[in-house]
């Protein structure tokens, strides 16, 4: 029985998502430890596509925006690698993520065609819009806060003002909405294996996602059952 050569794993996540900020860490480490024997495609789902709706009508009876900061602060304390500013969504308060993860999809069509020194930059532009939210309370949904990322990253503008004005970006979020609808994924964060069979959703410690890599690399086809 031959092991597999690598993995495929799609990641759902929204970036404004308090759980896979704290969660970025298990992401991380999964590419350390796994290296090329996994292959994550990093997808986005807007569960926080309106925040007006979500958050300030959502929590409306459990005071709104303020209370739901107090909730973000609470969960970024249980996590000693990150922070929660105390302006990030009791002040400072993003109308859409669908915004921050158009963005994105640029910075992906901009690396996909850059040389392949590039390889990496959307893992770190989609930690740096997650930090500059969170960490440093800045509107990641306004074009200047999203320039100010990709020139603190070294990236050209044009590429991604270029994807981002004739319509790639937003056929490329498009086909992550369509994964989401195709694969049923409920929620951020969210890791997809063995070709939709089996998902992780929510705060899944480390040693669960680990373990069920560990089986799928070791089973030869996507038909055979594990004992995991």
Same mark, same amino acid.
Not at 109 to 114: F, G, K, T
Not at 127 to 146: H, I, K, L, S, Y
Not at 179 to 192: D, H, M, R
């Given at each position: 029985?031959t092991?597999?050569?690598?993995?495929?794993?799609?990641?759902?996540?929204?970036?404004?998502?308090?759980?896979?900020?704290?969660?970025?860490?298990?992401?991380?480490?999964?590419?350390?430890?796994?290296?090329?024997?996994?292959?994550?495609?990093y997808?986005?789902?807007?569960?926080?596509?309106?925040?007006?709706?979500?958050?300030?009508?959502?929590?409306?009876?459990?005071?709104?925006?303020?209370?739901?900061?107090?909730?973000?602060?609470?969960?970024? $304390?249980?996590? /000693?690698?990150?922070?929660?500013? %105390? !302006?990030?969504?009791?002040?400072v #308060?993003?109308?859409?993520?669908? +915004?921050?993860?158009?963005?994105?999809?640029?910075?992906?069509?901009?690396?996909?065609?850059?040389?392949?020194?590039?390889?990496?930059?959307?893992?770190?532009?989609?930690?740096?819009?997650r930090?500059?939210?969170?960490?440093?309370?800045?509107?990641? $949904?306004?074009? /200047?806060?999203?320039?100010?990322? %990709? !020139?603190?990253?070294?990236?050209? #503008?044009?590429?991604?003002?270029? +994807?981002?004005?004739?319509?790639?970006a937003?056929?490329?979020?498009?086909?992550?909405?369509?994964?989401?609808?195709?694969?049923?994924?409920?929620?951020?964060?969210?890791?997809?294996?063995?070709?939709?069979?089996?998902?992780?959703?929510?705060?899944?410690?480390?040693?669960?996602?680990?373990?069920?890599?560990? !089986?799928?690399?070791?089973?030869?086809?996507?038909?055979?059952?594990?004992?995991?």
């Amino acid at each position: 029985m031959t092991p597999r050569t690598s993995l495929a794993i799609d990641y759902f996540s929204d970036v404004l998502c308090v759980w896979a900020y704290c969660g970025q860490i298990r992401i991380d480490e999964l590419c350390r430890a796994f290296g090329d024997r996994i292959a994550i495609r990093y997808r986005f789902l807007s569960v926080f596509g309106n925040t007006p709706r979500k958050i300030g009508a959502g929590w409306a009876e459990r005071g709104g925006f303020e209370g739901y900061a107090a909730h973000v602060s609470s969960v970024a $304390a249980r996590f /000693p690698h990150v922070s929660a500013h %105390a !302006e990030a969504w009791a002040r400072v #308060r993003p109308a859409s993520s669908s +915004a921050a993860h158009l963005f994105l999809k640029a910075v992906q069509l901009s690396e996909d065609s850059a040389a392949p020194a590039a390889s990496g930059l959307l893992e770190k532009a989609i930690w740096a819009t997650r930090c500059a939210f969170f960490g440093e309370a800045r509107d990641v $949904a306004t074009r /200047p806060v999203q320039m100010e990322i %990709a !020139e603190q990253l070294g990236l050209s #503008r044009s590429p991604i003002e270029a +994807a981002l004005d004739d319509g790639r970006a937003f056929a490329a979020l498009c086909e992550d909405n369509e994964a989401q609808l195709t694969q049923k994924i409920e929620g951020s964060p969210t890791l997809v294996f063995n070709e939709g069979r089996q998902k992780l959703y929510g705060n899944v410690g480390y040693r669960i996602i680990q373990a069920n890599i560990e !089986e799928l690399l070791r089973t030869p086809d996507a038909q055979t059952g594990s004992w995991c």
